[in-house]
């Protein structure tokens, strides 16, 4: 079972990493006088909260150092790739608070020049065109105990291998009927080096190249030679390419490269309760089982931002984890605090009522209203206040009264005396319930006027305090309340992880009653509503005037309560 790492857990120091000491090393050795990284996404699906800890670290030393980060896209694989994602991308790094200035490539850039080195390769002797089939290429490939095997192909003389890859490259072979193979070593133990596949046929056409070409490089041979190509200084990969640094090197040594660049590789994230394969983020999409991309459950940036995340929240976020050279699990708590901490800093508070119960005040004057003064923020007095209209019908939430309440429940009940938030104290005197279902459906109160701004002269408590609205007043709103996506803690592990989906991660509440103030309300704009947790206004299914809230994050951390529990 994989660490989890808890919120309390120490992490590096930003700036202290093995990965930036091995930079601060080459600076200081002289060994590079300027740093150049890059983040190299497959445009085959939408960015995730793994990919941002990639891009602040190559963008964040980039940064740190003075050099540049590269943003190339990994287009090697016309198949599975989109201009959508391409855009998504771009987007995406931004918003994250990266810039590439000028520095926007595309490995099918260097189409050309791959080329040009895969024929170097083969002149050198160092490349052939095998015919063997796909399954003979397995079985002479050997097992991680048994060596492999040589290909009969492998031995084919310089002129015929280039006759061969120039067919293959003027489509004149079909796809499948053979690829061209670098010559290294079968009895490799790394599996890796042996003989891999540098070119393969594939008649598709590319979102950038049309139908030029109908080979296309392997990833690992392509994308050393980017780097190189590039000027890259430190070529910075998740944990799974440590077993391809060998060949990533032999490439580099082979050819006549303008620089060899040191691949360095660290621990891809993991979060509890997430999954952060493209594979099966594409699948949940294309199955309906969320809306889109950008879901506001998707772990994806584009989800996250419509959830309401601020990229300085999930780059504090990125900062804490750390960057490890052993793989482990985040808990996704941490996230979750990293947001409600920013959140709490900088949201305003507002009072919205998401389940409501009217409240009349017998003894409150009809048709008055009172403006209250309200606290904006109590974090920064620097927000000030704003007023807020309280009149004779109010509302206020479901849950914030019991006919007959539990032991300890201290909020409203009938002869209860609780404080409404910045206003006055009432005292419950009886209930109207529906003659059909027996629900509770108004709660009436007195109120004690000399309570006003929410204290008694007299110095007499009260155990609860409760938010509220005017019903007259009041903004209606639909709030969608998100949960994980996830009931799960590893959802990868499922069988199945469909069936490790949590059925509440939405709920759709219609009526909500909201503060005055919120009725306009700008796409984007976060709040505090206070007890309940903060809130988002939908990019997507807002109207003007009628705006949408999403839950970004609760004030505290439910799940840890359930999962003590048991
Ligand atoms: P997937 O396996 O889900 O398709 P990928 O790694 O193939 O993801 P790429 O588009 O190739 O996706 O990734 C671009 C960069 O982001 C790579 O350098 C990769 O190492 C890094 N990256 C991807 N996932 C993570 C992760 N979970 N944590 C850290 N870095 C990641
Ligand atoms: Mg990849």
Known sequence: MSAIAKSDAPSAAPGTDFIRQIVVGNLKSGKH??????????????????????????????????????????DTNPVKEDVEYVESIQEDVRW???????????????????????????EKGKAYVCHLTPEE????????????????????????NLRLFEQMRRGELDEGA????????????????????????KKAQHHRTGDKWCIYPMYDFAHGLSDAIEGITHSICTLEFEDHRPLYDWFLDQLNVPCHPQQIEFARLNLTYTVLSKRKLLQLVR??????????RMPTIAGYRRRGYTPESIRTFCDRIGVAKANSTVDVAMLEHSIREDLNKRAPRKMAVLKPLRLVIDNYPDGKVEEL????????????TRQVPFSKVLYIEQDDFRETPPPKYFRLSPGKEVRLRYAYFVTCRSVVKDPHTGDVTEVHCTYDPATRGGDAPDGRKVKSTLHWVSAQHAADAE??????????????????FFTALNPNSLEVLQGCKLEPSLATAQPGDRFQFERQGYFCVDTKLSQPGAPVFNRIVGLKDTWARIEKRG
């Open 96 to 122: 994250l608070g990266f810039d590439w200035a000028d520095k926007m490539f595309y490995a099918s850039d260097y189409f050309d020049r791959l080329h040009a080195f895969a024929v170097e390769l083969i």
């Open 178 to 201: 053979c690829v061209l193979r670098a010559k290294i070593d079968m009895a490799s133990p790394n599996i890796n080096m042996r003989d891999p596949a540098v070119y393969r046929i």
């Open 287 to 296: 199955d309906g089982l969320v809306d889109g991309w950008d879901d506001p």
């Open 479 to 496: 709030v969608r309340l998100y949960d994980r996506l996830f009931g799960v803690e590893f959802p990868e592990r499922e069988e199945s």
């Open 137 to 160: 290429t397995r079985a002479y490939r050997g097992t991680l105990t048994e060596p492999g095997k040589n290909s009969p192909y492998r031995d084919r003389s310089v002129e015929e």
């Open 373 to 384: 003064d309200a606290v904006n923020n109590p974090e920064d007095p620097a927000h000030g």
């Open 33 to 74: 006088r300027s740093v150049c990284t890059r983040f190299p996404p497959e445009p085959n699906g939408y960015l995730h909260i793994g990919h941002a800890k990639s891009i602040c670290l190559n963008f964040g030393i980039a940064r740190e150092f003075g050099g540049v980060c590269h943003l190339r896209f990994d």
